[in-house]
């Protein structure tokens, strides 16, 4: 598609037709903050962050709604966007009770970038006397509504990510809040606890119920790695402080889940830590199992396979390779049955 041209910030730069001005700032490196926008689903505007002046237009403009024209100019760091800017931090501050000090998402926090940026503390305002309850009924994800800011992010991301439709705005005014069908908890709801709305907070409203009190943003590093789940390859990162994952997040924009986990992925790491888990090859020998080496395991296993071809031939062996597995393993697996025990009895656990 052909481009054109519009100015931002006083300089000339392209975009194309469709663009947001949020969508061609970001590509000509120009910072345009926002809370509420959410890569991949429709914009709405909500947070009122990116609010941008256009000449010619007697209001400000939500950056991530407005399409760019040709000829459009639009200035992104005056006077009026950041006292705009600052006058709707304050008033999401004073909507609820944003503690840094005992919050799990401080240090990874979009509202508390901003404050920050903008050195401001929410006293401006009047904060409310209640909050919603927070809800921790379920074991792995805990909503705390005192922190919501209600950017939609999460209702976008379980509608138009995953396409769950499990939550959506709820109530009004004052008692907005999110909700699942018929306002339940999330254990009895629709919602199969993908946590892709924990991925997507960009407050402390949602946060992983496993990994409270674990570790601070600041003190785990990140490490990439492939979900050991099932064959699908998806990418994610673990968070890992003192040698230990604390928790898991996808890997947004990489091949094949783009930023998205099931329930298994995010949250299915418990495992590692097992005391029932198997660290070395066990051998039976009269009827008590005790531990061996890779070298002597595979040996009994060759041997074994061996002395059952010799007695029954190649068509008494059968094997089922595990759909954990990557496809190369699967090729090697069914290339050992086919052309060197001599049998076609191979199969795979997810083929039904």
Known sequence: MSSGTFLLDGKTVSFRPGESILDAARKNATDIPTLCFLRGTTPTGACRIC????????????????????GME???????????????????LSS????????????????????????????????????????????LIVRDYSRCIL??????????????????HGYRGAKSKIVTGGDAPYHQSECVFCGQCVEVCPTGALTEKKAKGTA????????RTTCPYCGVGCQMWLHVKDDRIVKVT?????????????????????????????????????????????DEALD????????????????????????????????QMQKLFRSVIGTNNIDHCART
Not at 305 to 330: M, Q
């Open 250 to 294: 996808a890997a947004e924009g990489a091949a094949p889940n783009r930023g998205r986990l099931c329930v298994k992925g995010r949250f299915g790491y418990d495992f590692i830590y097992s005391e029932e888990r198997l660290k070395t090859p066990m051998i039976r020998e009269n009827g008590q199992l005790r531990e061996a080496s890779w």
């Open 96 to 139: 609820g009770r944003h503690d840094c000090l005992l919050c799990e998402s401080s240090g990874n926090c979009k509202l508390q970038e901003l404050a920050y940026r903008y050195q401001i503390d929410g006293s401006l305002f009047k904060k409310p006397d209640q909050f919603y309850p927070t809800e921790d009924a379920n074991p």
């Open 151 to 168: 950017c939609g992010r999460c209702v976008q991301a379980c509608n138009e990510l995953v396409v769950n439709r499990a939550i959506s």
């Open 51 to 70: 609010l941008v002046e256009v000449k010619g237009m007697r209001t400000l403009s939500a950056a991530c709604s407005t399409p760019v024209s040709p």
């Open 300 to 331: 009994l296993v060759a041997a074994k396979l061996k002395e059952t071809i010799e007695r029954h031939g190649p068509d008494a062996i059968a094997g089922v390779s595990s759909a954990r597995s990557i496809n190369e393993d699967s090729y």
């Open 74 to 92: 639009v200035l992104t760091d005056t006077p009026r966007v950041h006292a705009a800017r600052k006058l709707n931090v304050e008033l999401l």
């Open 216 to 223: 601070r943003a600041w003190e785990t590093k990140k490490i």
